[in-house]
């Protein structure tokens, strides 16, 4: 699975929208871009994943880049409960198993 | 839907005892994985398990073993603690992958302390 790059921290303003990048720069054509997020001393909950379309569920929007060499996890309206580590994972769509490798993560502080 | 539930939440353990985590992963999910996780390693994927054998397997030492019944409920062993497998272990549940990719669901995890 191809590896990522994310900033190690950032901060956001309760309210305001929180753009969290991930570059993935090796990433090959038939691997997902993930994203969990980790709560303090809780396990890692799933945000969202895509391939190449952009993506939007209740909790996130995900862009990807048309060369599929970066992305995006947009948080519309952070909240305080929204700070947590955010993970990006790049991985292969297929039935040789669900291992997830996690790199740092970035830790987003919501401040009020 | 019940989710991922792992028992127990906080052991205490003494250097060369061993351990033996559960999880039980959501009704119909195949796939249980276990990750640890440590202040100085992170996250760090140790096994799954599909359908009762082991298709994965991270790179720990043989101390680290697991195994899945047929219900999927998985378990994970550690003997000869060191105190080094003072960690956060976590296990995950997934259906089966497919082409498109599954999200995996995480359990609250358990806490070892190793003394």
């Known amino acids: 699975d191809a590896k990522t790059t994310q900033p190690p921290s950032m901060d956001c303003a309760e309210g305001r929208a929180a753009n969290l990048p991930c570059n993935h720069s090796?990433?090959?054509?038939?691997?997902?871009v993930y994203w969990y997020r980790q709560i303090h001393s809780q396990g890692p909950q799933y945000i969202i994943h895509?391939?190449?379309n952009n993506e939007t569920n209740e909790m996130a929007s995900l862009i990807i880049t048309e060369d599929r060499k970066s992305s995006t996890l947009i948080l519309p309206h952070a909240t305080l409960r929204d700070t947590a580590v955010y993970y990006c994972?790049?991985?292969?769509?297929?039935?040789?198993?669900?291992?997830?490798?996690f790199g740092g993560g970035t830790r987003l502080m919501v401040k009020p | 839907k019940a989710g991922v539930t792992q028992t127990p939440r906080y052991l205490i353990k003494t250097r060369g005892q061993q351990v033996t985590l559960s999880c039980s992963p959501i009704?119909?999910?195949?796939?249980v994985s276990w990750y640890q996780q440590t202040p100085g390693q992170g996250l760090q994927f140790l096994f799954e398990?599909?359908?009762?054998?082991?298709?994965n397997k991270g790179n720990f030492p043989g101390r680290f073993s697991g195994r899945q019944f047929s219900n999927s409920r998985s378990e994970m062993n550690v003997s000869t603690l060191e105190l080094g497998d003072s960690a956060l272990y976590l296990c995950?549940?997934?259906?089966?992958?497919?082409?498109?990719?599954?999200?995996?669901?995480f359990g609250q995890g358990t806490r070892l302390t190793v003394v």
């Open positions: 995950a549940s997934s259906t089966t992958l497919g082409t498109r990719g599954t999200e995996a669901f």
């Open positions: 090796t990433i090959s054509g038939n691997e997902y």
């Open positions: 895509g391939l190449k």
């Open positions: 994972i790049v991985r292969v769509g297929n039935n040789a198993g669900n291992m997830l490798t």
């Open positions: 009704s119909g999910h195949r796939s």
């Open positions: 398990y599909f359908s009762e054998t082991q298709r």
